[in-house]
């Protein structure tokens, strides 16, 4: 089955950037539309971007509209999400999952979860 890691999270200071890595593996990365996520303590899981398959359509939470943009290259198996000018209400753990259908690209239509990796922004 279809395996999902996360990396690149870290500190980074406000107006900082950060570039995440969902890497797959056990599946061809390029049959799913990839969406990333993230959950903050206390607050539920949230939805910030998904990709289509081919990468031709993407979507974005208007919390993070303008500052990142999500991105993919399926000869790598690899979708990134590039964030700039973070903000200390980005700070999350950040997760990417995978569903077959951008229409299902949505917390509860993911069908694999990568385990996340924290983001923190803080001065």
């Known amino acids: 089955q279809l395996q999902l890691v996360e990396s690149g999270g870290g500190l980074v200071q406000p107006g900082g950037s950060l570039r995440l890595s969902c890497a797959a593996s056990?599946?061809?990365?390029?049959?799913?539309?990839i969406g990333w996520f993230r959950q903050a303590p206390g607050k539920e899981r949230e939805g910030i971007s998904c990709i289509s398959n081919g990468g031709g359509r993407t979507n974005y939470a208007d919390s993070v509209k303008g500052r990142f943009t999500i991105s993919r290259d399926n000869g790598k198996n690899t979708v990134y999400l590039q964030m700039n000018s973070l903000k200390p209400e980005d700070t999350a753990v950040y997760y990417c999952?995978?569903?077959?259908?951008?229409?299902?690209?949505?917390?509860?239509?993911?069908?694999?979860w990568g385990k996340g990796t924290l983001v923190t922004v803080s001065s």
């Open positions: 999952a995978a569903t077959k259908w951008l229409s299902r690209c949505t917390v509860g239509g993911m069908e694999y």
């Open positions: 056990g599946a061809t990365l390029a049959n799913y539309a």
